[in-house]
C-alpha cells in the first residue's frame, strides 16, 4: 500500500523524507516522490521505481526547505508513471493521498466545467485542484481542505502543504490510517509508526474522520462532526517501530480491519463504473474455454473452492480444483479448451510454481492470481490479475483471501457475460451486490466485541466444528483452518449435508460447532442439520443474516448476526466472522498470532 510521511522540522526536509520512505519500503510501492516549500516556494521531485531512483533525482536537482511531504506509489487509478506519481500539485497546494477517491470521476467533470485541466489519471489529482479552487475563491488553507473532505466519497489518508504556509501541513484520514508524531519544535505525520521510527518516538493516531492541522507548536484535531478533539499520545517503544501494527495488537487484527479498503481498491480495477470488467492484457476468451484448472495451497485452495461455485452456477463453466502440492504428482491430463489458474499471495509458492510448469504447454492460457506482480509465478503465467490487497504481514492471511475472492468473483462474473449466461437484470443484480461488498464487510467488522466475549469460551474449547453447505462449505474449511492455525485448537470442516455419514458421532456438549448460514436457497437444509446437532446436546454457534437468526435462532448456545447481503457473493462477507472468530480465540488463549508456531508465511519449498 501507499506511504505517507510529513515533516514540518527545524532541519533540510527533503533527507528526512526519503529516509523515513524508505522505512515504508516493505508496503510495496511502484513510484515515489517529495514536495518541500523554500522560502514560501512549493518544489517537487518525482521518480518511477524504486525509491533509489529518486534519491539519484535528488542528487542532481536538490529541494531544499525544512517543511515537506513525500510518498510511495502503489499505483491503483493510473499506471506507474512519474504523471501519475504523488504529490500531486498547483502553484497553490500540493496533495499525497493513500485509497481512492470513489467519486473523483464526478469531480474531474465539474472541475473540468470550471476549465481545469488534468495532468496525470489518478484520483488524487482532482483533490489537489478542488483545493486550488477554493483557495482561488479566498478561503484559508484549512477552510478550503474542510471544503475538499466534505466533498469525497470513499477512503483517504490526506496531507496537504500550501504554498508560503512554512509552518503548516494539514492531514485528514477515513478509511485509511495515519499516524501525528511529536518532537520539539517539529511535528511529522505519517502513514504508520514505522515511517516516523528515527524522527519521533511519540505518536497520536488520528481516528475516522478526523482533520489535523500541524505547526510546529503542535497539531489541533477535528472530528468527522466538527468538533475539536484531544486524542492520546502514546510512546512507541524504538524496536517497535520497525514494523507498525497502526495501533493494533497484532497485523492480523490490522490486516482484518483494513479489507474494506482493499477489497474497495480490488474492485476498482477490474470493475468501471459503468459495470463493465477490465482485465489486463492479454485477457482470457471464456467463450472459447471448455474447463477451468484452479490450483493453490491452503487458504487459496479454498479460494478456488468458493470460485467453483462461482465459475459453474453464473457461468456454466467445468472447474476442477486441486491441491498444488498433489497436482502434478498424478500427471493429470490437461485438456484442450482449458485454462489453469494458480493462486499464490506471495507469488512465490513452491509447489503452486511447480504445478504450474507442468501445466506449460498445456493448458491454453495459465493465470496467475497473486499479490506480488513481479514474483516467480507471476511472471511464468500467461496473464497476472493483482488481487491488490497490500502487504499482509500476519501469517494467517485475511485480506488476500477476500482479495482473491473479490477478483475471482469479478473473472467468474466476467466468464458468465462472455458465455451468455446472464440476463440483463441478473447482471445489473450482480454489479450491484458486487459493488456492495466493502461497504458491507465495514458493517461486518461490527461484530468484533461479541466476536472477542464467544472467541473466550471457544478458547476452553479442544475440538471445534465447522458446516456449510453450497457456497459457505469452502467458507466452513477455511474457518476450521483460521481457528487451527493460530489457536491450536483442533477445528475440522464438514459440508452439513456429510453430517450424518460420520462426523455427527463427535458431538457432544464439549464440541462447539460453528455454523455458517446466510439465508440462502439452502437455508432451510443447513438448519435441519444444525437441529440434528442440537438433538445431541451439541452447542451451536449460528452465523446468519438478521432474517435467518429470527428463524432459526431459538435455542442455539451463540449467534452472530451479519448484514444482508446477496447468497451468491456471500463468502467474501462471511470469512469476516471466521476471521475473528479465529483472532479473538487465539488471543484469548495468548498464542503468536501473527507468527504461530511453525508456519511461514511463504511458503518457497515443498
Known amino acids: 500500500m501507499c506511504g505517507i510521511v510529513g515533516v514540518l522540522g527545524r532541519h533540510e526536509a527533503a533527507p528526512l523524507l526519503v529516509s523515513a520512505l524508505g522505512r515504508l519500503e516493505y508496503r510495496g510501492y511502484d513510484s515515489a516522490g517529495i514536495a518541500t516549500l523554500d522560502e514560501g516556494r512549493l518544489g517537487r521531485r518525482r521518480a518511477v521505481g524504486k525509491l533509489v531512483n529518486l534519491s539519484d533525482l535528488l542528487v542532481h536537482e536538490p529541494l531544499r526547505g525544512k517543511s515537506g511531504i513525500g510518498h510511495t506509489r502503489w499505483a491503483t487509478h493510473g499506471a506507474a508513471t512519474e504523471g501519475n506519481a504523488h504529490p500531486h500539485a498547483t502553484p497553490r497546494v500540493a496533495v499525497v493521498h493513500n485509497g481512492i477517491i470513489e467519486n473523483f470521476r464526478a469531480l474531474r467533470d465539474w472541475l473540468g ?29 484549512r477552510e478550503a481542505a474542510q471544503q475538499v473532505l466534505a466533498r469525497l466519497e470513499g477512503a483517504y489518508a490526506l496531507c496537504f502543504l500550501f504554498e508560503g504556509e512554512e509552518d503548516l501541513i494539514i492531514a485528514a484520514r477515513k478509511g485509511s490510517p495515519l499516524a501525528v508524531g511529536h518532537g520539539t519544535g517539529e511535528m511529522f505525520v505519517g502513514s504508520d509508526a514505522i515511517a516516523l521510527g528515527d524522527l519521533t518516538d511519540r505518536i497520536t493516531y488520528l481516528e475516522e474522520g478526523d482533520l489535523a492541522v500541524l505547526t510546529r507548536a503542535g497539531a489541533e484535531i477535528w472530528d468527522e462532526g466538527g468538533a475539536p478533539v484531544q486524542r492520546a499520545v502514546r510512546t512507541i517503544r524504538l524496536d517497535a517501530q520497525r514494523i507498525d501494527k497502526a495501533g493494533h495488537r497484532h497485523f492480523m487484527a490490522k490486516e482484518i ?17 459503468d459495470g463493465s470488467l477490465t482485465l489486463p492484457e492479454p485477457g482470457l476468451d471464456f467463450a472459447n474455454l471448455d474447463r477451468l484448472v484452479l490450483i493453490a495451497c491452503g487458504t487459496g485452495h479454498y479460494a478456488c473452492h468458493v470460485a467453483k461455485y462461482w465459475f459453474e452456477q453464473l457461468a456454466g463453466l467445468p472447474v476442477d480444483i486441486d491441491v498444488a502440492s498433489e497436482f502434478r504428482y498424478r500427471e493429470p491430463p490437461v485438456p484442450a479448451r482449458s485454462a489453469a489458474l494458480f493462486l499464490s499471495q506471495s507469488g512465490e509458492t513452491a509447489d503452486t510454481l511447480a504445478a504450474l510448469r507442468y501445466c506449460k504447454g498445456k493448458a491454453d492460457r495459465l493465470v496467475a492470481v497473486v499479490n506480488v506482480t513481479e514474483s516467480s509465478i507471476a511472471r511464468e503465467s500467461d496473464l ?4 491488490h490487497a497490500g502487504v499482509e504481514i500476519g501469517v494467517a492471511s485475511t485480506k488476500a483471501f477476500t482479495c482473491q475472492l473479490m477478483v475471482l468473483a469479478c473473472l467468474a462474473l466476467e466468464a458468465a457475460r462472455a458465455r451468455g449466461r446472464l440476463t440483463g437484470s441478473e447482471d445489473a443484480r450482480l454489479v450491484a451486490a458486487l459493488r456492495a461488498l466493502p461497504g458491507l464487510v465495514h458493517q461486518a467488522l461490527d461484530i468484533e466485541p461479541e466476536a472477542e466475549r464467544i472467541g473466550r469460551k471457544l478458547a476452553e474449547a479442544r475440538d471445534i466444528l465447522f458446516l456449510g453447505r453450497g457456497r459457505m462449505y469452502p467458507l466452513a474449511l477455511e474457518g476450521a483452518l483460521k481457528l487451527k492455525e493460530i489457536s491450536y485448537i483442533h477445528a475440522e470442516a464438514y459440508a452439513s449435508g456429510e453430517l450424518k455419514h460420520g462426523p455427527i458421532a463427535l458431538i457432544d456438549d464439549s464440541v462447539p460447532v460453528i455454523v455458517l448460514a446466510p439465508h440462502d436457497e439452502l437455508f432451510d437444509k443447513s438448519v435441519s442439520n444444525m437441529q440434528e446437532v442440537m438433538a445431541r446436546g451439541g452447542r451451536v454457534l449460528l452465523v446468519s443474516d438478521r432474517k435467518g437468526a429470527e428463524e432459526a435462532g431459538t435455542g442455539v448456545w451463540e449467534e452472530l448476526a451479519m448484514p444482508q447481503v446477496d447468497p451468491v457473493w456471500a463468502p467474501l462477507l462471511y470469512a469476516i466472522p471466521a476471521q475473528l472468530l479465529a483472532y479473538h480465540t487465539a488471543v484469548a488463549k495468548g498464542t503468536d498470532v501473527d507468527q504461530p508456531r511453525n508456519l511461514a508465511k511463504s511458503v518457497t519449498v515443498e
Do not use: K, M, N
Open 384 to 387: 497476472v490479475l493483482p488481487i
Open 257 to 273: 480491519a483494513e479489507q474494506p479498503v482493499v477489497l474497495a481498491e480490488a474492485l476498482s480495477r477490474y470493475l468501471r463504473p
Open 113 to 141: 466545467e470550471r476549465g481545469y485541466s488534468f495532468a496525470s489519471e489518478t484520483d488524487t489529482e482532482t483533490v489537489a485542484l478542488l483545493c486550488d479552487h477554493y483557495l482561488g475563491e479566498g478561503l484559508s488553507p
